[in-house]
């Protein structure tokens, strides 16, 4: 099971490259992986590119990182929410980002 850490809002690929640098050393983490939002059909969107530039300024620091595709976790956040009673429209970021973690780890 993955808990979320915590959730940071942040600028731009440089402004989140240095959050998550700072959680790595923080935590000690050994890999970071970075969601790649998908569409259901494994094409391309446009936030592909994001995700991708954030994965290359972490790469560019040393870091170990991993894209992950990320198509259904935000739908199974919503699942466990409305399961834990948490009111409709809360932010869930953290939820799918656990998601996105332990669907990684179960591919192995």
Do not use: F, K, N
């Not at 991993?66 to 948490?86: D, F, K, M």
């Amino acid at each position: 099971m993955v808990t979320p850490l915590e959730t940071v809002e942040v600028s731009g690929v440089l402004g989140a490259a240095g959050v998550v640098v700072a959680a790595v050393a923080r935590h000690r983490a050994q890999r970071v992986v970075v969601g790649l939002p998908v569409a259901a059909d494994g094409s391309r969107t446009p936030a592909c590119r994001r995700s991708e530039a954030l994965a290359e300024a972490l790469s560019a620091r040393g870091l170990d990182v991993v894209l992950a595709p990320e198509h259904l976790s935000t739908h199974e956040a919503r699942r466990r929410a409305r399961e834990a009673g948490v009111p409709r429209g809360r932010a869930i970021d953290h939820l799918a980002a656990a998601v996105l973690l332990e669907d990684h780890m179960e591919a192995g």
